[in-house]
């Protein structure tokens, strides 16, 4: 049974406010009847339900007298989410809230929003994460204030990017990881504002050259997808500092990458097998994950092209980059105890012996006792 003051919040959300709209003490009133009619009840020990206070930090908070962002992630999760009534009453008290900058609404089931969420002018991020994708409303393009979208995980998974996006044209930040996109439309090279472009975890196998029109992106997450070329205009982004390429299909990178200024760079679990000079260095000063701290390396199949180029400038630094490799018949690379390289093989009469070996880049091989299997591992080295 609701308490009496439940029941009068959730009055409150279907008349009129008393007092001055847009104040605290109204903003109050319409998160009180959304915590009271849609969110899961708890109890304590003694079947006393608890009451959630507004002011909770993780709940909202507020800035000039008003509520500006408002936190209900997994509040609503229940079964098949909320009923059509409890929708009614979410979105009567939703609207109240004017101010609000930002709303989460994240893995609450939800197969749809309330339309009064199209009138809130000053939000500006909003979190449909984990949630039916009958919450991508067309009208989302109505949100002229909103620079932050997130689309993590929808339900069932997205395969193509939603038309809507490219309708809303101050986006910043946009997260659509987490789906089964199979296709980045070119339409992409239209959100110039970007700053921040999260695709992880999902089907992609190329990037169109409108990437390069991005020129404001300072974030770019594609990790764990299909993809096996960049375009050389991936070189114009100017202003982007990070970008992770981890677990993809790349055989080899663009000359134009060495262009970007980025700080992070992480390639590992890649098929990288030949890299020229320029990239290698590229690579290095960025303390990429192509290097032999990833934990994370793809067996690649085709890697033939052995050795790789030598740089004198990785040579000096004493820096190694190591990918794996599922070839056999290799010699394993063994070091003494000076750091020299040395080739360990069996004689004709089945002894061990060892060769000393030059500077150059050689092929490691190394027992996993864990998983019981052989990694051999491209080992630069210098004498």
């Known amino acids: 049974m609701r308490s009496i003051a439940g029941i009068l919040a959730i009055l409150s959300a279907l008349i009129p406010a008393q007092g001055q709209p847009g104040d605290y003490a109204s903003d109050s009133l319409a998160v009180r009847a959304i915590l009271d009619s849609c969110v899961r009840p708890s109890y304590d020990s003694n079947g006393q339900r608890l009451i959630i206070p507004v002011d909770r930090p993780s709940l909202t908070s507020k800035a000039n007298g008003r509520i500006e962002y408002l936190n209900l992630n997994l509040m609503f999760r229940n079964g098949n989410g909320i009923s059509e009534s409890q929708m009614l009453i979410f979105g009567r008290s939703l609207g109240k809230l004017t101010a609000l900058k930002g709303l989460n609404l994240q893995s609450n089931n939800l197969k749809r929003v309330p339309e009064e969420l199209f009138t809130l002018d000053s939000l500006r991020q909003l979190s449909l994460t984990d949630n039916d994708t009958g919450v991508i409303s067309p009208r989302l ?22 038309r809507v996006i490219f309708d809303i044209p101050k986006l910043v930040s946009l997260d659509l990881g987490g789906n089964a996109i199979v296709e980045l439309p070119r339409e992409i090279g239209t959100m110039t504002n970007l700053v921040w472009l999260d695709l992880v975890f999902n089907l992609i196998a190329s990037i169109p050259e409108e990437i390069g029109n991005l020129e404001s992106l300072y974030d770019l997450e594609l990790w764990h997808n299909q993809i096996t070329t960049l375009p050389a205009t991936i070189g114009r982004l100017n202003q982007l500092k990070y970008i992770t390429l981890e677990e ?23 098929y990288l097998c030949s890299l020229s000079c ?3 260095q590229w ?7 192509f290097s032999s701290n990833s934990d994370s390396w793809r067996d690649a199949q085709d890697c033939s092209i052995l050795p790789v180029p030598i740089c004198s400038s990785l040579v000096s630094s004493q820096k190694r980059n190591a990918f794996r ?7 394993a690379i063994l070091f003494d105890i000076r750091g020299r390289a040395i080739r360990a093989y069996a004689n004709s009469n089945g002894h061990r012996q060892t060769q000393l070996l030059s500077s150059g880049i050689y092929i490691k091989k190394h027992m996993d006792s864990e998983k019981g299997s052989i990694n051999l591992t491209a080992i630069l080295h210098s004498q």
Do not use: Y
């Open 248 to 270: 993809n299909a790349l055989h080899r990178l663009p000359d134009s990458i060495v262009l970007l200024n980025t700080r992070k760079a992480f390639f590992g679990g890649n």
């Open 325 to 331: 490799l599922s070839s056999g018949n290799i010699p």
């Open 141 to 162: 393009s109505e949100l002229k204030s909103l620079v932050a979208l997130s689309l993590f995980g929808m339900s069932p998974l997205l395969t193509t990017v939603p």
């Open 278 to 280: 320029p990239i290698q």
């Open 283 to 289: 690579l290095d000063a960025r303390a990429s994950s």
